[in-house]
């Protein structure tokens, strides 16, 4: 299975600011990689697949870049709605296995 | 819309069996797979496998054979996702999800379940 490796698993921001996300692969996945948002009591969303391609309804202040094994989720100017979990997953071969997750707090 | 409702929360004892639905609306439940995926408790999103809802053919992912099982009502579009002799490292939220069409083998989940809390506990 393809090991999925997200860094960091925590990270703490402030409104306005620009994050990314690391999500490192063990094996070329292409450019098929998925980002997920998590939060409290909502439906775990979507964000951005095939590694840049932004899912209908996804701010573009997310944007996604890489392939082969590195890919980053950059937020820019970040809005409260924000913070959450994000998951990064890999979709080029079965099982579409997921990263550990981080965290994205405010600081 | 597409809706993706499971059941309520299961409070069970270890070597009992649990079975989690998943009742999906808002499209044709034959013409996309339903996948599952469990997150224990503080712990990231794990893959479990999928069913075929054409076929009702189902596949686990390494971690999740023998003791897990998906089945369907295709009547009922509903899916579920049965454990049996459950252990305490079972107890986990489970969510069931559906990919969209992005034109590849493998698409990511655009619809997800709220998630079914499973808490084993003797």
């Known amino acids: 299975d393809v090991q999925m490796t997200q860094s960091p698993s925590n990270l703490a921001a402030s409104p306005g600011e620009s994050v990314s996300i690391n999500c490192k692969a063990s094996k070329s996945i292409s450019k098929y990689l998925a980002w997920y948002q998590q939060k409290p009591g909502k439906a775990n969303k979507l964000l951005i697949y095939s590694g840049s391609t932004l899912q209908s309804g996804t701010p573009s202040r997310f944007s996604g870049s890489g392939s082969g094994t590195d890919f980053t989720l950059t937020i820019r100017n970040l809005e409260p709605e924000d913070f959450g979990l994000y998951y990064c997953q890999q979709h080029n071969e079965y099982p579409n296995t997921f990263g550990a997750g981080t965290k994205l707090e405010l600081k | ?122």
């Open chain 2, 1 to 122: 819309q597409i809706q993706l409702v499971q059941s309520g929360p299961e409070l069970k004892k270890p070597g009992e069996s649990v079975k989690i639905s998943c009742k999906a609306s808002g499209y044709t439940f034959t013409n996309y797979g339903m996948y599952w995926v469990k997150q224990a408790p503080g712990q990231g999103l794990q893959y479990m496998g999928w069913i075929n809802t054409e076929t009702g053919k189902p596949t686990y992912a390494d971690d999740f054979k023998g003791r897990f099982v998906f089945f369907l009502e295709t009547s009922a579009s509903t899916a579920y996702l049965q454990i049996n002799n459950l252990k305490n490292e079972d107890m986990a939220t489970y969510f069931c999800a559906r990919s969209f069409w992005c034109g590849l083998q493998w698409c990511p989940f655009a619809y997800w379940g709220q998630g079914t809390l499973v808490t084993v506990s003797s």
